[in-house]
């Protein structure tokens, strides 16, 4: 009955635990005139900014006394995707969460606000870093994990705040890091389904690469009339435009498995083999050229594409298989986990200390009694021996 007991605890734990805070957070305080102490609010909105500015002017901002401050800071990694690594992820917190800091003017009593060091672009270690950070916010909060939440400096004015700052601005991809998020949340990592076209101008551009249309990287009259042409010849409804269905159809005819081969072996259209080149070069970084034929260089970003998703099947040395883990990836930018033991992992994080307490004075108990049942058995055994004997 204990044991049952333990374990029904140990699974309810499991399936109510926070998304862990990520453990590479500095924590530099912001100067107190430019946040309110607060004991008691309702956080209800996650505000993404962007800075403008370097990391270190942006640390000296929020500690000299104007009243501007965010709660996090996440720094830019320029360093390129797989193959050599990335800078250490690094989030300067300056503002508690449970404290008011003074970054979207009139909304700042219920949001918390992430600000992010552009440097003229984000990369892809920003995205994931800053995604972790919201995964776990999210949960700690109780933030549902969709736009009408999770929303720009610019889309303010819904939550009826008075700015009119434009950050992050057009190049923040939403889609992707939206993605990042559920990535980190629960491991589920989806292909796109373009319920807001504007958030995903890198698969809008995919897909004018894959149906050979005129590239103009945004949901234009022509991309929509291809892609309903396409969904029409494969016997799918009209509404949503995007979906499961829609991809499975679409890389069906590649087998879903598709086969990227080597040049010389080059056995695919030219179209998805242009489309993987340019996902490649634009979410990711890897300096890829967009020629419809798979050099080392692309064949080198999509092994890297596998080093960092943790998948190992890379088929010989002629020939790389493109499957739906590796789609989603290359399509929705997030990577699934695949740690065995994430489970024992969940478990030992999401005891709370005094729980985590009363299992070890738990254990210790039945170590203790284990070693008492055998001294008593032995001593037992001991007293029966002598009494054969004699």
Known sequence: MNVSLFVLLCVILCCNAQVRKPNYIEWVPANPLNYRVENDRRIEYLIIHDTQISFNETLTLFQTPNRTSCHYVVHNSDAPWGGGGYEPKKIVQMVSDKDVAYHVKGSNTNTIGIEHVENGTYSYMMYRSSAELAAHICSKHQIPLDREHIIAHSECKK???????????????????????????????????????????????????????????????????????????????????????????????FGYQTKIYKVGLNKEPLTIVSAVQYIQSNRFGRNVQITGVVDDNTLFALLAVNEMAGISEIGDEAEFYLDTEVWSVLLSGCLPKRDASLIWKVVLFSLTPAFSLLLFLFLISGIIACCCIYKTKKHRIGEIEELLVS
Request: aromatic share 10%; with cysteine.
């Open 159 to 253: 939550i009826n705040c008075t700015s009119d700052h434009v950050d992050p601005g057009v190049d923040w991809d939403w889609q992707m890091y939206m993605s990042l998020i559920s990535a980190a949340t629960d491991g589920n990592c989806p292909l796109p389904d373009l319920n807001k076209p504007e958030d995903n101008t890198i698969v809008i551009t995919f897909l004018q690469y894959m149906f050979s249309i005129n590239i103009t990287n945004v949901l234009d009259s022509s991309t929509v009339r291809a892609i309903n042409d396409f969904k029409i010849k494969s016997g799918l409804q009209a509404e949503p435009l995007i979906n499961e269905e829609f991809w499975k159809a679409l890389l069906g005819p």
